[in-house]
């Protein structure tokens, strides 16, 4: 018995040929599209890897940069807008992520003033920087700027790794000095450990902010967020209270005490009566009290001055930091 061979069926040559052509232009346009394989490796004008914007925002997607609303004032030195994205063109569903730079210029002590950055009390600070959910800044040089502190900031996406964010505003701030001529010998490195921050909790009444003998009037609530440098107590009347009551606040980082004194308004002995530098054990140490509006509005109601609620408290923080007893 015969057996007829089987035969195989095959694609002429010319639609084998077309179909591998159109698989790699599909493939192409994926990476293309969704990927950043075949991307930009600098952004924001160099001053922004790829990789380290990749590490940030880590969905899928292609990334792309673009100039930010204040691109306008950018020098080529420290003063820069730039908005990053990351968004996958064909999977729907995705949502396009965003981590927004920018190389500013503001009073050496912006941090712990209570005006367009987040409460003291509210973020994790570090040498020469700090970081809270979806918002981070790193200093630059002192001699990068004139009569501010020169400083580069992020707004990223809240789940962001807040080390990844640290470490790609590092690299940005050494190159944004290394363009404008300012840097230091030796780069500063980020930061290896963000700590997080710190919960409210009850306070004492006889001892608000872990320090004893230290009395704030209505103040129920505390979080105290503690660093080798740095050391912020922010108050509130209830659980929940959006407006703090008072925010008090110690740093002896060398980096943010640089950009103090040489900032428009520092006298020797600080900006105003709650906004001060003193010698400390032979370091430089600002000490700072931002009232809230609660705060504010109970001065007329029995609540002490400002002036000696944070006499008060420098008296009773200085021996963590090695003061002079009055």
Same mark, same amino acid.
């Given at each position: ?54 590490? =940030? ?25 730039? =908005? ?82 640290? &470490? ?63 050391? =912020? ?30 900032? &428009? ?62």
């Amino acid at each position: 018995m015969t057996t007829t061979p089987r035969r195989t069926a095959t694609l002429p040559r010319k639609t084998l040929v077309a179909a591998v052509a159109a698989v790699t232009v599909l493939g192409g346009l994926h990476l293309w599209l969704n990927t950043n394989v075949l991307g930009d490796s600098a952004l924001c004008g160099g001053l922004v890897t790829a990789e380290a914007a990749e590490s =940030v925002l880590t969905g899928a997607g292609r990334i792309s940069d673009r100039p930010g609303p204040r691109s306008g004032a950018d020098d080529g030195k420290t003063q820069f807008d730039c =908005v990053i994205e990351r968004g996958a063109a064909a999977l729907p569903g995705s949502e396009t992520q965003t981590l927004h730079l920018q190389g500013t210029s503001e009073r050496g002590d912006f941090a712990f003033t209570g005006s367009r950055f987040p409460d003291a009390s509210t973020v994790t600070f570090f040498k020469g920087g700090g970081a809270g959910p979806g918002r981070a800044w790193v200093l630059l040089p002192a001699a990068c700027t004139d009569r501010q502190a020169g400083l580069v900031e992020a707004y990223a996406p809240e789940d962001a790794d807040p080390a990844k964010v640290v &470490e790609l505003l590092t690299d940005t701030a050494n190159r944004v000095s290394d363009r404008t001529g300012c840097a230091l010998p030796t780069p500063p490195a980020a930061s290896d450990r963000v700590a997080p921050v710190m919960p409210r909790q009850q306070a004492i009444s006889t001892g608000v902010c872990g320090l004893p003998g230290f009395i704030v009037p209505e103040a129920r609530v505390q979080s105290v967020q503690v660093s080798g440098i740095s050391w =912020v107590c922010g108050t509130a009347t209830a659980e929940g209270e959006t407006a703090d009551y008072a925010t008090f606040s110690v740093t002896q980082d060398p980096a943010v005490i640089e950009g103090i004194r040489k900032s &428009e308004g520092f006298t020797g002995q600080g900006f105003d009566a709650t906004h001060t530098v003193s010698d400390c054990s032979g370091k430089a140490t600002y000490f700072a009290m931002e009232p809230g509006p609660r705060y504010t509005e109970s001065i007329g109601t029995g609540a002490p001055a400002p002036k000696d609620l944070f006499n008060a408290f420098t008296e009773k923080v200085g021996a963590k930091f090695g003061c002079p007893t009055p």
